[in-house]
């Protein structure tokens, strides 16, 4: 048997072909011992096939399905109802309020920022001024007389090394405050 | 007395009228659960998912459109569900209600406790042997048998719920009734086991 005439026995089995086509099935199987058998196939199967059973619903499945539903219900009322208006406020007043935080958080690290922006150089440096740049004039070899006068105050100049270095006292042992 | 129509019940809950609503699920909890039952072979999701499918037709409720039949909405609804709860790999457990099948698993096949224990037995293999071949269809073809042999769902309708022509439904059936056939060959020559 082809398995277009197959598939159409199938279908008369189970009433799915058109009324016309139904009918020259019909005639065709009055004389086709093979289709007969074939279609019988079908009714057995389908018969066999109710031999699947499965559980019914459990007693509180409608409670259950009542609950969930009244559940969605009320959330639905609070956010399409009168509530949703309240939520709305409440984001919106939200979303204000961090705003608000943001602006004033923002100003308040301007203000820190600016008066460090606008001052002149650390003291430390300040003390010690960048030396002019100096010429080949310059890096002429001083006189006698200035050379000596550098060499008096090379002390103070290795002094002022340690004065300015604080972090050195920091590394001093802390009093206790007992 | 003359039974309402599920139309007319679904234009009612769409009023917000709860009797009707409960008048639909009186009538739809069983086949629904069933249906899942045999597509997710799992009791408890079968259930969980049959209430699902009642909510949202609830919260959809005023996306109803009359000219489709209720049923074709809500099974598309079931079956979408079913369907997705089987790739999310939540429809394989297995629920023991009446022992272990061949393979050590936990069988889920329903006997009627009423027939004998030679008789349950015989049934409960018949039925996982019927379950296997139907579970080893490709999904649209599972969805479709089931809608068609348990469900008593008319091919135009299995069209609509599986969003496919008549013709690719006839197709699909029977190419499943003869995958079927082959498998269930020993139930199907001489009606037993």
Request: glycine content about 4%; proline content about 5%; charged content about 25%.
């Amino acid at each position: 048997m082809k398995c277009q005439e197959r598939e159409k026995l199938f279908l008369l089995v189970h009433q799915m072909l058109e009324p016309q086509e139904a009918e020259a099935m019909r005639r065709h199987l009055a004389g086709c011992a093979e289709c007969t058998r074939a279609a019988e196939e079908y009714r057995e199967l389908d018969t066999a096939l109710d031999g699947w059973s499965v559980a019914e619903p459990s007693p509180w499945f409608d409670a259950k399905v009542r609950a969930r539903v009244a559940s969605s219900a009320r959330k639905n009322s609070g956010f399409f109802g009168f509530g949703r208006v309240r939520a709305l406020a409440a984001g919106m007043a939200a979303v204000a309020l961090i705003l608000a935080a943001v602006v004033v958080f923002h100003h308040h690290v301007v203000e820190n920022h600016q008066p460090a922006i606008s001052q002149p150089q650390p003291v430390a440096s300040a003390a010690v001024p960048e030396p002019p740049a100096t010429t080949d004039a310059q890096r002429q070899p001083l006189p006698a007389a200035e050379q000596l006068k550098m060499d008096e105050n090379l002390s103070l100049l290795e002094d002022y090394d340690v004065v300015s270095n604080f972090d050195a006292l920091s590394e001093l042992p802390q009093a206790n405050d007992n | 007395m003359v039974m309402d129509s599920d139309l007319d019940l679904m234009l009612r809950v769409r009023q917000g009228d709860a009797d009707s609503f409960g008048e639909l699920l009186r009538r739809y909890r069983t086949p629904l659960v069933k249906y899942f039952c045999r597509l997710v072979r799992d009791q408890a999701l079968a259930e969980d998912l049959a209430q699902e499918a009642f909510l949202r037709v609830y919260k959809a409720r005023h996306r109803y459109r009359p000219d489709a039949r209720f049923t074709t909405w809500l099974y598309r609804i079931a079956t979408n569900l079913a369907l997705n709860a089987i790739r999310d790999g939540r429809g394989r457990q297995r629920l023991d209600v009446n022992g272990s099948g061949e393979d050590g698993e936990a069988s889920f096949e329903f006997v009627d406790p009423g027939i004998s224990v030679e008789q349950q037995l015989i049934e409960t293999d018949r039925g996982r042997m019927i379950r296997e071949a139907i579970e080893a269809l490709p999904e649209n073809q599972r969805a479709a048998v089931i809608l068609h042999k348990y469900q008593d769902i008319d091919y135009r309708q299995i069209g609509k719920i599986l969003k496919v022509s008549e013709s690719a439904v006839k197709s699909l059936l029977f190419r499943a009734y003869e995958t079927l056939r082959a498998r269930l060959e020993p139930l199907v020559r001489g009606g037993q086991l």
